[in-house]
C-alpha cells in the first residue's frame, strides 16, 4: 500500500513540476518553423495546457512569450547574426538545432536582462536533449563566440542601404521596407516599424448586453486584471496586467470579447441602428458581427457570411457566450452576395481579407509569410466582393468597407474605384462617425505608430435613394 502511494505521489509530482521556459518556447518555435503553425495559436495551445497542468507561473508565461514572439519575429535577422559566426549555411544545420541557436542569440543580442551564461549555458543543456555530442559542442561554440565577439555583427550603412538596414534592424521583410521608405520616408517607416515590435496592450470590448464598462472595469480588477478605459471607444479596456485569459471567469460568462480598439471603430462607423437587417459580408470569427449585434441592443436580423463553416462555428460560439441572439450565420462566397440578398440590406459591412499588413504587432511571424505579390492578388477579390456587397444595400442604405492593411491597393485605391463606377454611392466622411475623436477624414486610416492602434481602414458610403 506504501508503495503504491509513494507511485501516485510521484506521479502526481511529475505532472505538476516546473517545466523549461526555454524548452517549452523551443517546442512553439519548432511548431512554427516545421510545421507552418501560426505563433498566436501554437503558444496559446501549449501555454493553456500546461497552466492547466500546473506548471507556469506568471512569469513563466511572460518568458515564453517574449522568448517565442521575439525569436519568431527577429527571423531573417537572426539568420543574418547567426551568419557571422557559422562556418556553414544555415540551412545546412538540423531544424531544432538551427532554432535552438536562433533562441539562444535572440537572448544574447535582444534580451539585456538574461545573463548571457544562462543563454549561452541553457542553449546547451536543449542542445544535448535535442542533438548529439557534436551538436552540443557545436552550439556551444558557436553561442559562446557571439557573446565573446559581439562587434562582428555591424548592421548596413543607413545611408547607402536604408531599406536594408530598417529591415535587419527592425525584423522586417525587406521588399515591405522599401515600400515604406519610398511611401512614408525613412524616420516615419523606422518609427513604423520599431511599433511593430512592441508587443500590443491586450484590449477588450465590453458586452453592453449583459455589463456597462465601468461595472467590467471593476469585475477585472477583483480577477487581476489592470486596465484602463480605452479613449477610442465607449466600451474598450486596454489591459496592461492581465492572467492568462482562459482563467479569467468573466470571459466565460461573456462579459466582453477580446478586440483591438481600432477593430472597435468599424462598428461604430457603420452605425447599426436597433431593427434593422444588416450583413456582415465576411464576419466570422465575429468579433465586429457580435459589436454590432450589441450596438443594436440585441435586436433586428444581422446575417454573419463567410466561406469557411468552421470559422462560422466561432461566431456562434461568441454569440452564445455573449448572450446575444439576433446573430444567423450562413456559409457562402461573398462575391455572390448580391445573388441572394439584391436591395435587402440596411447596411452591409465588407470587412475583407486583406494583407494584414496593419496588424504585424499582433501576429508576429506573419510578416515573414507575406510577399509582395499579395498586393497584386487580393485587389481583384477585395473589389469583387465590395461589388457584389453594395447589390445587397437599399436604397438610402449604408455601405461600410474596411481592412487591417495599411496599403492604398487595398484600401484607396479599392474605395475610389468603386465610387468611380458606381455613380448611385456617395462617400460619406468616416471620421465624423467616430465615437469619441472625430476626426475631419473622409476616408480612415489609422497607423500603430501614430494613432497606438492597429493599422486599420474604414470608409462608408451611402446608397442613394
Not at 523551443?26 to 507552418?36: D, F, R, T
Not at 533562441?103 to 536582462?113: D, H, R, S, V
Not at 559562446?144 to 545611408?159: I, L
Not at 474598450?236 to 471603430?265: I, W
Request: charged share 25%.
Amino acid at each position: 500500500m506504501i508503495l503504491i502511494q509513494q507511485q501516485k505521489l510521484k506521479m502526481v509530482t511529475s505532472m505538476t513540476k516546473k517545466v523549461d521556459a526555454r524548452e517549452v518556447a523551443l517546442k512553439v518555435i519548432n511548431e512554427v518553423e516545421s510545421k507552418g503553425a501560426y505563433a498566436n495559436i501554437a503558444l496559446a495551445h501549449e501555454i493553456n495546457r500546461r497552466i492547466s497542468q500546473g506548471q507556469l507561473s506568471d512569469q513563466d508565461r511572460r518568458f515564453i512569450t517574449e522568448l517565442v514572439y521575439g525569436t519568431v519575429k527577429a527571423g531573417a535577422t537572426l539568420d543574418w547574426i547567426l551568419g557571422n559566426y557559422l562556418n556553414r549555411p544555415i540551412t545546412k544545420i538540423a531544424p531544432v538545432i538551427r532554432n535552438i541557436l536562433r533562441l539562444g542569440i535572440y537572448q544574447l543580442f535582444f534580451l539585456e536582462k538574461v545573463p548571457v551564461s544562462a543563454a549561452c549555458n541553457q542553449s546547451v543543456e536543449l542542445a544535448k536533449k535535442y542533438g548529439h555530442a557534436g551538436t552540443v559542442k557545436f552550439v556551444n561554440g558557436v553561442l559562446r563566440n557571439a557573446a565573446r565577439s559581439p562587434e562582428k555583427v555591424e548592421y548596413p550603412n543607413q545611408d547607402k542601404q536604408p531599406a536594408k538596414y530598417l529591415s535587419l534592424k527592425y525584423f522586417h521583410p525587406e521588399w515591405l521596407v522599401e515600400r515604406w521608405v519610398n511611401r512614408l520616408g525613412f524616420s516615419a517607416c523606422e518609427a513604423l516599424c520599431q511599433t511593430n515590435n512592441i508587443t500590443p496592450l491586450l484590449s477588450l470590448r465590453t458586452n453592453t448586453i449583459k455589463i456597462d464598462r465601468k461595472q467590467l472595469l471593476q469585475r477585472l480588477e477583483e480577477e487581476g486584471v489592470l486596465c484602463h478605459e480605452s479613449v477610442w471607444t465607449p466600451e474598450g479596456l486596454v489591459c496592461y496586467q492581465h492572467p492568462s485569459l482562459s482563467t479569467l471567469k468573466s470571459l466565460q460568462e461573456g462579459l466582453f470579447q477580446v478586440q483591438d480598439e481600432s477593430s472597435m471603430l468599424v462598428a461604430h462607423i457603420l452605425d447599426p441602428k436597433p431593427g434593422e437587417f444588416i450583413i456582415d459580408a465576411c464576419g466570422a470569427p465575429g468579433g465586429k458581427t457580435t459589436h454590432i449585434a450589441a450596438l443594436m441592443d440585441n435586436t433586428g436580423q444581422i446575417l454573419s457570411t463567410d466561406i469557411y463553416e468552421h470559422k462560422l462555428e466561432i461566431t456562434r460560439e461568441n454569440a452564445t457566450r455573449l448572450g446575444l441572439t439576433n446573430i444567423e450565420t450562413r456559409a457562402l462566397d461573398a462575391v455572390t452576395l448580391d445573388q441572394f440578398f439584391p436591395g435587402k440590406a440596411d447596411k452591409v459591412l465588407v470587412d475583407a481579407p486583406c494583407s494584414g499588413l496593419g496588424v504585424l504587432r499582433r501576429k508576429p511571424d506573419s510578416r515573414w509569410r507575406k510577399t509582395a505579390d499579395i498586393l497584386q492578388d487580393l485587389p481583384k477579390l477585395q473589389s469583387a466582393i465590395l461589388t457584389s456587397a453594395a447589390q445587397c444595400v437599399k436604397p438610402g442604405g449604408t455601405l461600410v468597407y474596411s481592412t487591417c492593411t495599411t496599403e492604398p491597393e487595398e484600401n484607396q485605391n479599392i474605395v475610389n474605384n468603386f465610387l468611380n463606377t458606381h455613380s448611385d454611392f456617395d462617400l460619406e466622411p468616416a471620421g465624423e462617425y467616430l465615437p469619441i475623436q472625430r476626426r475631419p477624414d473622409k476616408m480612415l486610416q489609422l497607423w500603430p505608430h501614430l494613432d497606438g492602434v492597429d493599422g486599420f481602414f474604414i470608409a462608408r458610403m451611402k446608397r442613394r435613394n
